[in-house]
T-cell receptor, first 115, second 112 residues
Framework: DAGITQSPRHKVTETGTPVTLRCHQT?????MYWYRQDPGHGLRLIHY???????DKGEVSDGYSVSRSKTEDFLLTLESATSSQTSVYFCAISELQGRSSYEQYFGPGTRLTVT | QQQVKQSPQSLIVQKGGISIINCAYE??????FPWYQQFPGKGPALLIA?????SEKKEGRFTISFNKSAKQFSLHIMDSQPGDSATYFCAASMGNFNKFYFGSGTKLNVKP
């Protein structure tokens, strides 16, 4: 999985509790992304980062926040988890070549269940 | 509004047959069109990708056909094998921060 780890791999939590998911990379890639995967929706971008302390919202960012204090770590926080946030969460990394798009490499995922 | 539309949602093919998955997009600024393969419990992995300056790209049994004027692209899996059974996602991106827009996925089942 291209030097990407996610922790925890599985988590069950209760509605209203805060949850933080961690993505760690050893590739020194500049760009990092958080996606959620739900049946019938494919992968949808939650937030992304284009450098240390540089982050922006994706298409489904409500209820989520992120932080990136080091190149290798990208944290996703659910401030107050809801059942609609039950999903599989994937972290991805990439670089750009010039102004062109390039491959994203995905981590193994975190399965989150909110009861 | 979904930027990339993928069909079919599921596909059953006999071993040795051809699997075809289709995707359509609207934004002509997209400059990279990858296909990802995902097995249960794993993260998506790049299978093959194409840029809009070519109409076809082939890697082994996998071929992308790209129609720029129709804003459509498709994945063809020749001589499909049971080991190809997985979920396939198309995607499209442009150079600004390399954000990907994924299709909804196709679950392929290749029967022996």
């Amino acid at each position: 999985d291209a030097g990407i780890t996610q922790s925890p791999r599985h988590k069950v939590t209760e509605t209203g509790t805060p949850v933080t998911l961690r993505c760690h990379q050893t590739e020194n890639h500049r760009y990092m992304y958080w996606y959620r995967q739900d049946p019938g929706h494919g992968l949808r971008l939650i937030h992304y980062s284009y450098g240390v302390k540089d982050t922006d919202k994706g298409e489904v960012s409500d209820g989520y926040s992120v932080s990136r204090s080091k190149t290798e770590d990208f944290l996703l926080t659910l401030e107050s988890a809801t059942s609609s946030q039950t999903s599989v969460y994937f972290c991805a990394i990439s670089e750009l070549q010039g102004r062109s798009s390039y491959e994203q490499y995905f981590g193994p995922g975190t399965r989150l269940t909110v009861t | 509004q979904q930027q990339v539309k993928q069909s079919p949602q599921s596909l059953i093919v006999q071993k040795g047959g051809i699997s075809i998955i289709n995707c359509a997009y609207e934004n002509t600024a997209f400059d990279y069109f990858p296909w990802y393969q995902q097995f249960p419990g794993k993260g998506p992995a790049l299978l093959i990708a194409i840029r809009p300056d070519v109409s076809e790209k082939k890697e082994g049994r996998f071929t992308i056909s790209f129609n720029k004027s129709a804003k459509q692209f498709s994945l063809h899996i020749m001589d499909s094998q049971p080991g190809d059974s997985a979920t396939y996602f198309c995607a499209a991106s442009m150079g600004n921060f390399n954000k990907f827009y994924f299709g909804s996925g196709t679950k392929l089942n290749v029967k022996p």
